[in-house]
C-alpha cells in the first residue's frame, strides 16, 4: 500500500502515531480515557516498544500534541551511553521517530536537543544524580529506571527540577525490577500504570528471537520479568523463593514421563463450584529410579462444577499414564470418590485426609526443594506464585492456596508416603 503512495503522503503516514502506534503505547489520556496523573509508568518487557512510546511521547509534548507545548524536558537515561545509543540515537530513540521536517538538532557535547519551534530537551544520566541539581523542566522522560545505581538520588533531584508549566509531568520507561522505587511509584495515586509484553510487538521483532528466547524463557521468572514485564517479588517469610524453584527449573519433554517410576495426579477439591470460590487444585507429579520427583502438570482451575474437575482429573490421569489419583477428601469425602468413579471407575483413588494445618504438611515438601529433590517441568506461573506468597500465615491475599495443597499431596504421595512399586511400564 505505501508503495503506491505518493513520496510525501507515504513519509507522512510513516511517522503518524495516532495511526502506528497501539493503544498501550498512547498516554492515558487517549488510551484509559483519564488524564489525571502525574507520572506514566510504562512497564514492558524487552522489545515491547517501551522506548518506541517513550520518544513518540517527548515527540508530541514538543509540538503541543499532548497538551500545552513542553518547552523544556529532561531526558534521564541509566548512563550517557544509554542516553544517546537509545533514547536520541536508537532505532526506536527521538531523532528516528520525526519526520524530517520537525527533527531536532542534536548536539551531543552538550547532551542537547532542540525543536525547530524552539523546545529543548537536556540529556542526562542517573550515574550523576548531581548534574539534576539546578535545572528545571516542564516534563521528563526516564528510561529504564529500574537499572539506575542511585535510583532514589536522580529521581529525587529530578522531582526537584520538574517546576516549569501548569502541570509537569514525566513518563518511566522500564523493565520492572523489585526495587524500592519502582514500588514506591506503583505505589502512588498519582501515578498510571502501563503494562506491556513482548509478544506484543511481535510484528516489529526477529522469528528467531520469538522462537528461541521467548520459547525458552516464558512463563519462567526471568521470562515472566524480561518479556512479559512483570513485576516479581519475594516474600520474605515465604516457604519457597523464586531462587530455589528456578534451581530446579527443566524442559519438559514427552519422553520425561517415560522415565518416571510413579506418577501420581493430586486434586485439591472445591467446597463450591461457585464463580469466585476456591480453585479446585490439580498438580500432576512423577518420580524417577533416582527418587527426584518432577512436577509434570498444573491444570488447576476456578469455578469448575464437580464434573468438570473430576473429568479433567480423570483426562490429566490418562494423559500421563498416571498410577493413581490422590484426592483430598477432608471436604466431601465419599462424594469425591463417588465422583471419579462416576465418569471412570477403572482410574484407582487414594484418599488423603489433611490431619495438620497448611503450613505444617508444606514444609517437607519445600525441604525436599531446598535439598534439590524437586524440579518443575516447565513452567507454571500461577502455581509458583503460591508457593513465593505463601508464609506462615498463608497467601498474602488471604485466599486458599489450593495449587499448592494440590502439589503438596502430590510430592508427598511420591517422596515422602509410603513406597509403592512402579505398576507398569509406560509408553509415550
Known sequence: MLATLPPPTAQWL????????????????????????????????????????????????????????????????????????????????????????????????????????????????????????????????????????????????????LRLGARPRQMVT??????????????????????????????????????????????????????????????????????????????????MVRQMERIVVAVDPPASSRKHADACGLVAAGIDRDGLVHVLADESAQGLTPTGWGGRAVGLFHRLEADRVVVEVNQGGEMVKSILAGIDPSVPVREVRATRGKWLRAEPVAALYEQGRVRHAGAFPALEDELCDFGSDGLSNGRSPDRLDALVWAVTALALGPKEAAPRVRQV
Open 14 to 161: 510513516r511517522h503518524h502515531w495516532p495511526l502506528l502506534g497501539r493503544a498501550s503505547q498512547h498516554p492515558p489520556d487517549t488510551a484509559q480515557g483519564g488524564g489525571d496523573w502525574l507520572t506514566w509508568l510504562v512497564l514492558g518487557g524487552r522489545g515491547a516498544g517501551k522506548t518506541r512510546a517513550g520518544a513518540e511521547w517527548v515527540r508530541a509534548l514538543a509540538f503541543g500534541r499532548a497538551g500545552p507545548p513542553a518547552g523544556r524536558i529532561a531526558l534521564v537515561a541509566e548512563s550517557l551511553g544509554d542516553l544517546r545509543e537509545v533514547m536520541v540515537e536508537g532505532v526506536s530513540g527521538l531523532l528516528a521517530v520525526h519526520p524530517r521536517g520537525e527533527r531536532p538538532t542534536w548536539e551531543p557535547t552538550r547532551k542537547r536537543l532542540e525543536w525547530p519551534n524552539g523546545a529543548v530537551a537536556q540529556g542526562f544520566s542517573a550515574d550523576d544524580p548531581e548534574s539534576l541539581r539546578g535545572p528545571q523542566f516542564d516534563a521528563a522522560w526516564c528510561d529504564e529506571l529500574a537499572k539506575w545505581r542511585y535510583a532514589q538520588a536522580a529521581f529525587d533531584n529530578l522531582q526537584f527540577g
Open 174 to 255: 522500564t523493565t520492572p525490577r523489585p526495587t524500592t522505587l519502582l514500588r514506591a511509584l506503583l505505589a502512588d495515586p498519582r501515578t498510571a500504570v502501563t503494562r506491556m509484553g513482548t509478544a506484543e510487538n511481535a510484528a516489529h521483532l526477529a522469528p528467531h528471537f520469538l522462537e528461541t528466547v521467548v520459547g525458552r524463557y516464558a512463563g519462567t521468572r526471568l521470562g515472566r520479568q524480561e518479556l512479559d514485564g512483570e513485576l516479581i517479588e519475594d516474600r520474605p517469610d515465604a516457604l519457597w523463593s523464586r531462587a530455589l524453584i528456578e534451581a530446579g527449573r527443566e524442559a519438559a519433554a514427552p519422553e
